[in-house]
């Protein structure tokens, strides 16, 4: 009886524990709703915006970077590829550039 006892607390204890762990973020993390309000600066918030203006997509990125951060991964030009995959391409962006990469949107939304 006393085996069971300590085999069911140590399976609640890591089923408790385990959530925990596997839901937190890296501190230096950018959550989806910054890239959303980078993109709302931006781009008016148009995920699948092309202007011509030689930049793309929702968070305005070239087609050469985009190309060199592996985006071509997911679609030939950011407009073309989801939200998501633009935000997985942006965050390898700013890992190398920093905020840097959004100048002027990235010092209005205070995440300089």
Avoid: D
Wanted: aromatic share 8%; charged share 10%.
């Amino acid at each position: 009886m006393r085996m069971r006892t300590l085999a069911s607390a140590a399976a609640l204890t890591a089923a408790t524990i385990v959530p925990i762990v596997a839901t937190a973020a890296p501190s230096s993390a950018v959550t989806a709703h910054t890239w959303q309000r980078l993109a709302n600066c931006e781009s008016s918030g148009r995920w699948h915006v092309n202007t011509g203006n030689g930049y793309y997509g929702g968070l305005q990125i070239s087609a050469g970077t985009w190309r060199a951060y592996g985006g071509r991964h997911f679609a030939s030009l950011p407009h073309r590829a989801s939200k998501h995959q633009q935000i997985k391409i942006a965050n390898r962006i700013k890992a190398h550039q920093g905020w840097g990469a959004w100048p002027a949107c990235s010092a209005r939304i205070g995440v300089r």
